[in-house]
């Protein structure tokens, strides 16, 4: 790599990072070409990115962002997994790194806040930002539907106590 295609590099990976609400940061135990490719697709599917960079390329990408924080993490064969979803690239990671042993979490940054390895496994046990969403959606519409079947129910009921009463007249 000469010295341009590293400023891309990095660059890139600035880009990438600025737009991030996570990083986490994952150990490369020497994953093979099959499980690298079948956990981008995870993270793809997830909406997240995982990259292998260089650490000295990372850490000059990290300089000056709200991720600086992980610097030192980066050591030895790591990679960045990224997602502007802050659940959905560590709950990917971590259960990939359940089914794997090449993988290892490191820990990660959400912002400015350093987060350890169990910071990342707690992260990724919570519902992600769509789930949130339909959940709140849901809260919203409930007392409506609830308000809906009280205002009907009695109207029903008095049918329906009028409907014995005839049925018990006609026999």
């Keep these: ?8 590099a990095v660059a890139q990976l600035n880009a990438i990072i600025n737009e991030a609400g996570v990083v986490v940061v994952a150990r490369n135990l020497g994953l093979n070409v099959a499980d690298a490719t079948e956990l981008r697709m995870k993270m793809r599917e997830a909406g997240a990115s995982y990259k292998v960079a260089k650490n000295s390329l990372a850490k000059l990408a990290i300089a000056d962002t709200d991720y600086e924080a992980i610097g030192d993490f980066l050591t030895g064969p790591t990679a960045l997994a990224t997602s502007v979803d802050p659940v959905a690239a560590a709950r990917v990671v971590v259960d990939f790194a359940k089914s794997n042993d090449n993988i290892e979490v490191v820990g990660g940054a959400m912002g400015t806040q350093l987060l350890d390895t169990s910071g990342i496994k707690a992260l990724a046990s ?3 930002l769509d789930e949130l969403r339909a959940k709140l959606v849901g809260l919203v519409q409930a007392p409506a539907t609830k308000l809906a079947q009280l205002s009907t129910a009695p109207a029903a009921k008095l049918a329906r106590v009028v409907g014995a009463y005839a049925a018990k007249e006609a026999a």
């Design 126 to 128: 919570m519902p992600s």
């Design 1 to 8: 790599m000469d010295r341009s295609q590293k400023a891309d």
